[in-house]
Nanobody
Framework: QVRLVESGGGLVQPGGSLRLSCEAS????????MAWYRQAPGKERELVATMTNGGRITYGEPPGRIAISRDNAKNTVYLDVNSLKVEDTGVYYCEAEVHNGVDIRRHWGQGTQVTISL
């Protein structure tokens, strides 16, 4: 069984910054793509950024305030967001494609709430 656990969410003032972390654990042979998604209140889940284990990055939105990175040795992906805006509010989900030695499956974390407010 594979588990993804996000951390780093919370209440942040506009203009601030945060770092989200997501660690994959469990029955892991290899982790391929890791990604962050955001679901704003009343909206569908949307891609923020994804990163292959080789380091190729795809951003779902202009990357100026956002940076995705990962530590393959720790099976961990990070999301740094600067100059936070109210519209960054939402639940941030981590997603990973994991090879468990038998097949490759897509896994999701439980989500971490990020609220940008004064």
């Amino acid at each position: 069984q594979v588990r993804l656990v996000e951390s780093g969410g919370g209440l942040v003032q506009p203009g601030g910054s945060l770092r989200l972390s997501c660690e994959a654990s469990g029955n892991i042979f290899k982790v391929y793509d890791m990604a962050w998604y955001r679901q704003a209140p009343g909206k569908e889940r949307e891609l923020v950024a994804t990163m292959t284990n080789g380091g190729r990055i795809t951003y779902g939105e202009p990357p100026g305030r956002i940076a995705i990175s990962r530590d393959n040795a720790k099976n961990t992906v990070y999301l740094d967001v600067n100059s936070l805006k109210v519209e960054d509010t939402g639940v941030y989900y981590c997603e990973a494609e994991v090879h468990n030695g038998v097949d490759i499956r897509r896994h999701w974390g439980q989500g971490t709430q990020v609220t940008i407010s004064l």
